[in-house]
Structures are given as C-alpha cells and as structure tokens.
C-alpha cells in the first residue's frame, strides 16, 4: 500500500546533491525491484534519502519543505536523471498524485514515476558498534587513494576485495593486495581505534565513501561492529556489511632484507615506463628494467610492435641486476608517491620489490616482478 | 578464389565410373575397370567444395587392426559410466549411436565389444589421412580428428581432372594406404557439402547441386542442418518453424529479431546460402581434457582429486605442444546433464598443472554445495607459445618452487614413465582403485 500522501518542495541543488549521494549505490541491473528504488522520507523542514543494494545503505538528507508529510519509494536512476536534467535553480514540487505516481514539476516540465510501498523498502540494521573513532576527510581519502588500486577485483579470492584495516603499533593500518602488488598506508591511531581488530571493507563501499568525502575538509565518524562498518559525514549515513574472511598475513609479504636501492626521481621515471610501455604487449604490458652503476635502462621488446628503449641516470650502487614489471602497476604505484623521489628496494629478478615514497614513510608498495 | 566460383572447364561433365572416377558418356560398364556404378549429376563437373569424413572412424581402426571384430558390433568409449566415442555400423543397427551413455549401449546390445580406445592411435591415422586430402589442395579445413573441408576449385588442371574425379582417388586411396572408408559430400559450399556427405554413409559418394539443393532441403525439419541443436530446434518449433521451408518464409529481419545471430545464419543457410571459406590450419583455441565419473560425485576432496587429474591431462598437452594460456577454464556437468563452466583470466600464460589446478580449486569450490557431478574437465584457451612458467603470487611464494618440481618430475617421467613419479593426489586415486578390486 502506498502512502496516499506527501507533498514536499525542494530547491534543484539540494535534490541533487542529496541524491548524487545516494542513487550510485543502486544497482543498474537488479532481480528485486525495490532495490532500484530511492526512498523518500518527508517529514518537517527535512527530507531524507535511502538507496541500498542489500550490502550497503547510503542516507541523506536535506532541506525541503513539506506540505503533507510522508514515505515512498520511486526508481532511483530515473528520478535522478530528471532532477539532473532540470534547469539550475530550479524549484521542484514532489508528490503523490491521485493516480499513485511520483509526480515530479518543475516550471513547465511534468513528470510521472511509478511508485513502490515504502514499507516494502528493506532497512539495513546498525548496532552492536564497538569501536567508535574520527578521521579527517583528508586522512581517510589518503588511506583509500594509497591503497585502492591494489584492491584485487578476482572473485575467488572474496577476502582480497576491499580494503583491510586494523590498528597496528599505533597507528591505523590500511592493506590492500590482489596477489601481483601490495600497497598499506598508515596513520597516528586515532582515538577510539585503539585494539581494532582487522576488517576488510569492500570495495563498493570504499568508492562510495571516497566519492561522498571527495574535496570534503570536515570530520568523519567511523563506528565498527564485527559485521559492519558505518561512516557519519556531515548529513550522509554510509552503513556497510563487512566482508567476512580473513586477510592474508600480508607481513610476510613485504620484503625485509631487499638490499639493493634504486633511487630515481619518481616523475621522469613514471613517464618514462609510460612512454615505452605504449608498445608493450597488451596482454603482459611488461616493461624490463636494466640497473647498471648510475643508470637504469627500460626496455620493451614486443615481437609484434617493435622495441623501445629508455636510459635514466638514477641511484644504483648495488650490482647490475635485470627485473621486469608490468607498466600499469608501475605506474599505479609511482601515481601514489607525493614526494620527489622514489625508493625501490631490489633482491632479485623473481623477488618482490619494495618501493617507498622518499617523503612519506607511512606508506610502503610491494610489486611481483614479471620475468622477462 | 571465393568458395562459390563455377567450374566452367568441366561443366559438361555429368557421369563418372564411381569406382576408378573416369568419365562416361552413357549407362554401360566403365571401359577402364568393368564397374558398373556410375555417379550422375547435371552438375557434377561444376562442384568444387567437398566435405570429407571418416565412416566410424575409430571403430574402423580398431576393425582394421584385428580383423576378428570385422563382423561384431564395436563401439570405441569408456567404462561403466563414459559415453560412446564411435560406434560401428553393425552396433548402429541396434540403435546405439555416439554420445550414448555406455550403459544404454550395454542395454542395447548385449554382445557389445566395447574398445577403451587409444587416442594417440586415432590422430596418427587421422593425420595421414589429413596428408592425403593436403596432396589434393592446400585448403584443408580440420573440423576433428576425423573430417575436413576441402576446397578443390581451382585443381583441374594440376591433376588433370574434375574435384569429383580427385575425390573418389581421394577415397580409393585412403581405403588402400590406411584401410578405413571415407564418405564425400560434394556442392558448392560449406553447409551443403556438410550435409551432402551424411547421405550416402558409409564409403558414400554424394552431391548437391545448385539445381536440386533448395528443393532438397525444403521439407527437411529445421534439425536438419548441422549446428541446430534439439533446444534451438524447440524455440524454432514452439515459433511454428519446423521445416526449412518455414524458415524460407520468414524474412531475414524477423529471423535475426527473434534468434539474433544464429537466426541470421540459419535464414541463408536456408535458401542453401554459405559464404564461409574453406580455411586451412584453423588455429587451435583450447586445449582441455575431462573425465566423467564412473558414479557421481558431491564430495569436494573427491572432486579435487579429479580435477588433478584433468588438470594433469590438460597441462601434458600444453606441453607436448608447447603451448600456455591465458585463461583457464572449470567445466562441470551435474548429475542433470547441466554443464557449467567456470573461467578465469590469468595474470600471466600458464602451462604447469599445478597453476591450472590451483586456479581452478577456488572455482571448484564455490560451485561443489553437495551437487552431485558426473564429469569434470579443465583447460587453457587463450592461447600462446609457451615461454617460462610465470605467474608469481605475492600471496603465494611457494608456487615458483612447486613448478621446478613439476617439471623436474616431468624430466623423470620422460624417462621412466608417468608412474615414475607420483603425486600424493594421484596416490590416493590409485588406492581407491586398488580398494575397489579388493572388495570385487
């Protein structure tokens, strides 16, 4: 049964932002048609908006005008394109018309959208948090930059598809692997985070609070149970299960006795695996690294592009040593060093590398050579 | 040399002696070898697309080789529980055709003599005869072990004689230099020569002809032509398509809205229309091996066990061919006959048995939830030449030591055999046949 009532009036740039924030969580393609649904909550000066995918709910609200109080849901995507679609500044009239449509006015443009019950809508349950803390904005967006690239997107390994957290020595530790590279990042262990015991935070959610916190400069609250994590960002509520495995013991991973180092300036270099990958192998992009005293060569040999070669004057003391990698992640890892310089650290041309940001020692990549 | 060009030299030809391929002008013995069956067509010079194929290949070999079974029903397949590979024309009579479960077989002819098969027997044979056809024309077009298309347009004047002419020396020497039969299918393309062969099986001869194709093919039920599987017959039939004439009668645009592709391509082969070239060496995309299971299985430790041995299979391909792919494929037929397959894009080319099994166990595991299975397969595709054993996994730093492994044991194997050495996988299976002897 839906609501036979709610009449709410809006101004376009807050309908938009408040579901911009909401509507990317709903699926495109789904077997339950509710889930393609926003849900409207008109109540007071307020109205707040709902959009779940069953794993995780986002809720935002804004300021509104109401005239008849009431809930419904209608279809996300649409509604939003729509709102998208009207003209900037914009006073937008929403409510339930006698023929139990959404019904959407905006100067001269109507429209209609139909409605499910909102007490069909599922609701996402969040309590039993036992770990309460608050980051930056900032903070958090540097954890989830430094680190989401590497989030492995195979299936089968379910317990590599997010980002893990957990408090380590201190600080707040973010991990995140797919078996060819590793990236962690870390901060002064905020208040509240103390004994956080590890979990991994899927990736879905970690687009959508980076995208909800992106430019942002005031604080978010985080609060943690053993099944779900919820973000508190100004009017915006992010609830997300979490993924439920266990994160590989990823410490035995990062390379401890890596005793060659290359030292090269971090910008010249990503251009220039940037540069002689363009005829890589689209399949391997597999770029081959040549150290000799002071002077580092990248070549790449593809049978059926060509050859390309590069020299650069680098840092290297240590004895020659031949290495492959593949370009994209090179180049993953050099996008996420803020400083002038970068550090590899070298064993062998089958051995992980270690690569450290000269100006940052709270982040720390690992990458799995290709041979070559 | 487009697969469809008249034969204008030998259009006159119309009688040939199906014995020894001379030409005749009228219905008397053939003046060269005395035979008395002649091959007549309107268009029997003008044909040049022949589509050739084995008689109960395997069974053939198997006659050839020990002539006691010349005159008993044979069919080559495995165990209790595996299919019918090939099955020879006397247990064709019995209704018993490849692909028939094995006990069906049993059922359906008690004196049955079931050969396991030997493989490696059948492709060697097939690759002589694969020679022959090359000997004829460069565009030989593999489609198995056993058959290929063969474009002849164009030969006349290199042998000094007609496509028809060629074939039946094709079949004579075949039946001389290997000792199986062959039957021919001749028109002008593809599908045609396709169906062509099937109609006058076994040591058959036969023709389509751009006069009589269309007329032939009108009544046929739309299973009829190769590639329409009994589901796709069934969406077909429940539209009222049932005869190919009934597909005639739709446009090309209904039958590509309502079928897509395939309605495409079954609208023209319809009106006996098949521009797809005769190409030789068509690339290998695959390469896989499965087994099916003598009784069906849920437990996921045993299925683990198999699909080590399918992996091992698969991987000793790669091998031999020295090649390694990019993505590696599960494949799982339930007890329902509902086959699943399970892929995965690799990071980088495999060919060890120990990535394609350790890439697939995951994949194994999401899908064994207590069904039970009655085959299980694995295999490479995207394929490429094989060069070194990569795919290091941070996650993983022992994969590197567990390839030298296998292949060291495949340096020892080489020598000494398969069972020279033995992993503790395939231990186990040798203990339950072992088990299972005892208890019989």
């Known amino acids: ?83 998208r679609k009207l003209p900037d500044g914009a006073q937008i ?3 339930i018309g006698d023929d139990q449509r959404l019904n959407i006015d905006a100067g001269r443009s109507h429209f209609t959208l139909p409605l499910l019950p909102a007490g069909d809508f599922p609701k996402m349950t969040a309590d039993g948090f036992t770990h309460n803390f608050v980051l930056s904005a900032a903070d958090l967006s540097r954890l989830i930059d430094k680190t989401r690239f590497a989030i492995s997107t195979e299936e089968t390994r379910y317990y590599l598809n997010g980002i893990y957290v957990h408090a380590h020595d201190g600080a707040l530790r973010a991990v995140a692997t797919d078996g060819h590279r590793l990236a962690l990042a870390e901060l002064d262990l905020p208040n509240g985070a103390s004994g956080l015991p590890g979990i991994i935070i899927p990736r879905k959610t970690v687009a959508e609070i980076r995208r909800l916190i992106d430019g942002g400069d005031s604080d978010v609250s985080l609060s943690i149970s053993d099944a779900k994590i919820q973000f508190h960002y100004g009017s915006a509520v992010l609830t997300s299960k979490l993924i439920d495995g266990t994160f590989p013991d990823y410490e035995r991973v990062i390379p401890k006795n890596n005793e ?81 310089d970068a550090t590899l650290y070298l064993d062998g041309p089958a051995a992980p590398a270690l690569v450290k940001d000269a100006d940052d020692p709270a982040t720390l990549f690992v990458l799995m050579p290709l041979r070559v | 040399m487009g697969p469809e060009r008249p034969n204008s030299e030998n259009s006159e030809l119309t009688r040939l002696c199906r014995d020894c391929g001379l030409a005749l002008n009228g219905p008397a013995a053939c003046p060269s070898c005395g035979g008395r069956r002649h091959i007549t067509h309107p268009e029997l010079g003008g044909l040049s697309i022949a589509h050739v194929d084995c008689d109960a290949f395997f069974c053939s070999v198997e006659k050839r080789d020990n002539p006691a079974l010349k005159h008993k029903p044979v069919v080559v397949g495995g165990g209790q529980r595996g299919v019918v590979a090939a099955a020879c024309y006397k247990a064709r009579l019995y209704g018993i055709h490849s692909a028939m479960p094995m006990f069906k077989a049993y059922k359906a002819c008690p004196g049955l003599v079931v050969i396991r ?63 199986v039969t062959v039957s021919i299918g001749l028109s002008y393309n593809k599908f045609l020569a396709k169906t062509a062969s099937d109609l006058d099986k076994p040591y058959g001869f036969a023709l389509l002809g751009r006069a009589d194709a269309l007329d032939f093919l009108a009544a046929k039920p739309v299973e009829f032509i190769y590639g329409i599987g009994p589901s796709f017959a069934r969406k077909l039939n429940k539209q009222g398509i049932m005869t190919i004439n009934d597909v005639r009668k739709r446009s090309d645009r209904e039958m590509a809205q309502q079928f897509g592709d395939l309605g495409l391509h079954l609208a023209r082969l319809a009106r006996a229309e098949d521009n797809r070239r005769v190409t030789p060496q068509s690339e290998r995309k695959s390469i896989s091996a499965e087994t099916t299971f003598d009784q069906d299985i849920a437990d996921v430790q045993l299925l683990k066990d198999r ?50 099994f350790r890439s697939l166990e995951p994949l194994l595991e999401a899908e064994a939830n207590g069904r039970k299975f009655r085959l299980i397969g694995a295999g490479f595709s995207s394929l490429s030449a094989h060069s070194y054993d990569g795919g290091g996994d941070l996650l993983d730093p022992k994969a590197a030591k567990r390839g030298q492994a296998e292949r060291a044991s495949d340096e020892v194997r080489a020598k000494f055999g398969h069972s020279a050495v033995v992993t503790g996988r395939e231990l186990r299976r040798y203990h339950v046949k072992k088990e299972k002897k005892e208890l019989e």
Not at chain 1, 31 to 58: H, R, Y
């Open chain 1, 1 to 83: 049964m839906i609501d036979d009532a709610m009449k709410i009036s809006i101004e376009r740039s807050d309908l938009i932002k408040a579901l911009g924030h909401v509507q990317n969580v709903v699926e495109r393609r789904t077997t339950i048609p509710i889930l393609s649904n926003v849900m409207l909550q008109a109540d007071g000066d307020k109205v707040t908006f709902v959009a779940t995918d069953l794993d995780i709910e986002v809720q935002e609200s804004t300021a509104g005008m109401t005239e008849q109080p009431g809930t419904v849901t209608a279809p996300a995507h649409l509604l939003y394109d729509i709102v």
């Open chain 1, 260 to 340: 060659k180092e290359l030292v090269i300036d971090n910008k010249v270099f990503a251009n220039a695996v940037d540069r002689v990958a363009t005829i890589s192998a689209e399949k391997s992009r597999s770029v081959k690294l040549s150290l000799t005293q002071d002077t580092l060569e990248l070549a790449v040999n593809n049978p059926e592009h060509g050859n390309a070669h590069e020299q650069l004057m680098v840092d290297y003391s240590a004895e020659p040593l031949e290495i492959g990698f593949n370009a994209k992640y090179l180049l993953d890892v050099t996008g996420q060093i803020g400083g002038r």
């Open chain 1, 93 to 95: 009239s929403l409510k």
């Open chain 2, 117 to 179: 098969g030997d493989h490696s027997k059948y492709s060697r044979e097939g690759r002589r005869i694969k020679n022959i056809m090359r000997d004829l024309t460069p565009l030989v077009e593999s489609l198995s072990i056993d058959e290929a298309f063969l474009d002849l347009t164009g030969t006349e004047r290199l042998h000094g004689r007609s496509p028809a002419q060629s074939l039946i020396a094709l079949q004579n020497r075949v039946l001389e230099e290997v000792g």
């Open chain 2, 307 to 356: 699909l080590w041995q399918v992996c091992v299979k698969a991987s000793d391909h790669a091998k031999r061919l020295d090649m390694a792919g990019r993505v590696v494929t599960l494949k799982l037929k339930t007890k329902q006959f509902e086959t699943l397959t399970r892929r995965r894009t690799l990071m980088e080319p495999a060919q060890l048995a120990d990535r394609l």
